[in-house]
């Protein structure tokens, strides 16, 4: 077979398209991060097990006023000890054999026994008063007996933790699934939360529990994967605590969340309307007088507010972590902070090499962990204030389809840095002067993974893959397989947009095949990559090569793996001939940033079974298909769930039971019909048409 049909049809094409462009009072306005209480038990036994260690996690002050105190808890593990004290990249160590685990332990087939965190969420419709304008048609997150919040309640484990959230669904009109961005799901992909995938949705009325095992550690985000329903407020910030490659003192109370949002449903917005009143929220806040004057506005809420002791000590200035995620549905940000640099540490969940920068990149889905010494810096004049309040800046990068008009100069002032916690004046301190605010992902030489990965040739490429690195290979063809684009007139071989069955989920057919049974659609876009547990499967990604250009970059997410980026080339044409793959422990990440005008090679190992999907994040895109699930291991996940495991009985349940209440077309949303007649109005479908991811 050729090179390009060997590698999955290694070409993903991409047409060029157009992109669309806290601390405070919490309850119905929904402002505030809320810790939730966690019931902390050992697996599978009673609490507590023994005398091991438990304790607060690194720079988290206790009893903030929530009435809460999180600890790690480690109780199982006897003989062992903290030793993040002294040393951040240090997590746990025994006190007879010296053995540890710390940053350079391999956490993808290791981590230490901690206990089970239960939550319980639940979804409502709602409304929430971010910038100073109602949205009215949000769905949010809620604690039982609490009241809805934007954005979710914050998740919080530790290394090794077995966590189990059960999320009720009690929105009247639409299912749901939750997914867990960027967990590995290792032999748990029915628990990845993808309704058509890896499960059914979730009808209104029913609950679905979700278990796994926290073998990462670092920031992420939850978020609904139905359709466009994060768009609309399903997401909340998770964090899992573990070591540090640089030594930090104090972590910010909360993670920092900075998302695009308008005022009318996502649904609305990207379909036969537009995006309403857009803002820019840090941490559930905004102030749409900024973007749109003053629309009747309600309260503005104050801004987002960070609070440093500035005071030097014997070991110098405090450091401050600060976890960063952007959970947008159309945006990538550029984040700063006036007068101080930002030492970045992690990017996803991959601990990196510390390095320092005034700003970080950060595309959708993708999240920085950066620590921030608390000593502002003077930079060509730019003088600190007296007052010492210093502006937090989410600028908007200019990507493809970006509203110019909407973010002028001047909106990207949406949190402020204080040392003064009594101070209510607005900062005067000025941006820096060298914040690049190109399209572009941070610089691939800078992000150098802690744990090195060697990367192997490719399964998927046979003996060709001494042509791909001697740089001989000459492709002008393209394989039969593997276009997926955004043109929605042009359906032929070559196109081949994602669409899914929200009640019949791959995960009840992995004892079969397209082949033997025809029972897998076009439409699923599934490529099946059948290897051993130490095989590596590459993947490229790349713009339009008949146009060669993409005008827009597009972040890309797979589920179930950190993978390996051996090239990202920006305004570079594709060329077999002429690839330039770093092999020697090369950036990794689990989303990544398609450059404009350029190419991604990524590599992943096929050690975890079963079908993952991949896709861009931008929330339209998405929806209009520019995606695949990748089928990994056919046959061990079907060892795994087979008709007969309690997994897949479960799994057939749910689709039953969604499969009853979706088939009465009274249970759809009404418009202003009554009956089933309802099906259609005005233009608006009540199954919004996409492709249901």
Request: glycine share 8%; hydrophobic share 35%.
């Amino acid at each position: 077979m050729t090179l390009l049909g060997r590698f999955w049809s290694s070409l993903t094409q991409f047409l060029s398209i157009a992109t669309l462009s806290p601390f405070g009072d919490y309850g119905n306005n929904g402002n505030q991060q809320v810790p939730i209480l966690d019931t902390e038990i050992p697996v599978g036994e009673s609490f507590p097990l023994g005398p091991g260690p438990v304790f607060t996690p690194p720079g988290h002050r206790t009893n903030k006023g929530y009435g809460y105190d999180f600890k790690c808890n480690y109780s199982s593990m006897v003989g062992w000890e903290p030793c993040h004290e002294t040393n951040s990249s240090c997590w746990l160590r025994n006190t007879k054999n010296g053995d540890e685990f710390n940053i350079d332990t391999n956490y993808e087939n290791l981590a230490p026994q901690g206990v089970l965190r239960k939550y319980t969420l639940e979804i409502v419709n709602g409304s929430v008063n971010a910038d100073g304008m109602n949205f009215a048609e949000a769905k949010l997150f809620k604690l039982p007996e609490k009241e809805p919040q934007y954005p979710g309640p914050w998740l919080q484990a530790c290394w090794g933790d077995t966590v189990q959230v059960t999320v009720v669904n009690k929105l009247p009109y639409n299912g749901t699934s939750i997914h867990w961005h960027g967990i590995r799901q290792n032999q748990t992909m029915h628990m990845d939360g993808v309704n058509g995938i890896t499960q059914c949705p979730t009808r209104p009325g029913d609950s679905f529990v979700y278990e796994w095992k926290a073998v990462q550690y670092g920031s992420t985000w939850y978020h609904s994967h139905y359709s466009l329903q994060y768009a609309d407020g399903l997401l909340g910030p998770m964090t899992l605590h573990g070591p540090t490659s640089d030594q930090f003192t104090e972590a910010a109370d909360i993670p920092l969340l900075m998302t695009d949002w308008a005022h009318n449903s996502a649904f609305a917005a990207i379909y036969p309307v537009g995006a309403q009143n857009q803002t820019i929220l840090l941490n559930g806040r905004g102030n749409i007088t900024k973007h749109w004057g003053t629309p009747a506005p309600l309260d503005v809420p104050a801004p987002y507010t960070l609070h440093f002791d500035g005071t030097s000590g014997a070991k110098g200035y405090k450091r401050y972590l600060l976890r960063l995620i952007n959970t947008s549905w159309d945006t990538t940000f550029v984040f700063s902070i006036d007068n101080h640099e930002l030492t970045i540490v992690g990017a996803d969940f991959v601990p990196i090499h510390p390095y320092k920068n005034t700003s970080v990149l950060i595309g959708i889905g993708q999240r920085y962990n950066v620590i921030v010494e608390a000593k502002p810096i003077t930079e060509k004049g730019n003088v600190i204030p007296t007052d010492k309040n210093f502006w937090m800046r989410t600028y908007v990068a200019p990507c493809f389809g970006v509203n110019t008009t909407v973010y002028a100069r001047g909106y990207e002032t949406t949190g402020i840095l204080r040392y003064d916690s009594t101070s209510k004046a607005p900062p005067t301190s000025k941006p820096w002067s060298q914040v690049s605010l190109k399209c572009s992902d941070e610089t691939y030489s800078s992000l150098k993974p802690i744990l090195p990965w060697t990367i192997g040739n490719p399964s998927n490429a046979g003996q060709e893959h001494d042509v791909i690195v001697d740089g001989t290979a000459n492709r002008t063809e393209l394989g039969p397989f593997g276009i997926f684009s955004m043109e929605p007139t042009t359906f032929n071989s070559k196109f081949l947009p994602l669409r899914i069955d929200f009640d019949n989920p791959i995960f009840l057919h992995l004892n079969e095949t397209k082949n033997s049974t025809d029972k897998w659609p076009e439409r699923w876009i599934v490529v099946p990559e059948s290897y051993g547990d130490e095989d590596w499967v590459y993947l490229v990604v790349a713009g339009n090569r008949k146009k060669d250009y993409s005008a827009s970059a597009h972040p890309m997410h797979l589920h179930g793996h950190d993978f390996a980026i051996l090239e990202q080339a920006e305004n570079k044409r594709l060329d077999y001939g002429n690839l330039d793959l770093k092999f020697d422990n090369p950036p990794r990440r689990d989303v990544v940033l398609l450059p404009v005008n350029g190419y991604i090679v990524i590599a992943f190992k096929t050690d975890n079974p079963g079908a993952w999907l991949m896709h861009c994040h931008i929330a339209k895109h998405a929806a209009m298909g520019l995606a695949l699930q990748i089928l990994e291991r056919q046959k061990a996940a079907d060892r795994l769930w087979n008709t007969t495991s309690p997994a897949w009985i479960s799994a057939n349940d749910n689709c039953k039971r969604w499969k009853e209440w979706q088939s009465d077309c009274d249970n759809w949303w009404p418009g202003d019909k009554g009956g089933c007649e309802r099906k259609e109005h005005e233009g608006i479908y009540a199954f919004q048409d996409d492709s249901g991811i």
